[in-house]
């Protein structure tokens, strides 16, 4: 039952006043990491899984069997990472997140290795 319209507890002025700190919590008022920090942690598991499939695509690509199909799987590599940085661009992915992902360091750094080999 509530007191004076407004508050959750009629003997205090503020309708958060006097609640026990965990309960305080859930409603908003303490350190609160709800569903944004789920639906970014989906985001950026569902980035990772891009990551590996770029790599599979690229592992693809190095093996002398699958040359018949290699524009294939150059197009479907190309459209992967058209996903990825639409995505990364869409959820303001940051650097620093990027860096925390394993896959995403590693395949990335390899990615540079390859494009300076190809350089020279």
Known sequence: MRGREGHFWPEHGKPLDGCPSWKRERMGQGSHRGAKTFRRRRALEFLERLYVKRATLKQQLQTPELQSIHPVLTGELKAIEMVMNEFIQLFDIH??????????????????????????
């Open 95 to 120: 650097e620093e997140e990027l860096k925390m992902m394993p896959m995403s360091s590693n395949t990335d750094e390899a990615q540079g290795k390859e494009d300076q080999n190809e350089e020279k």
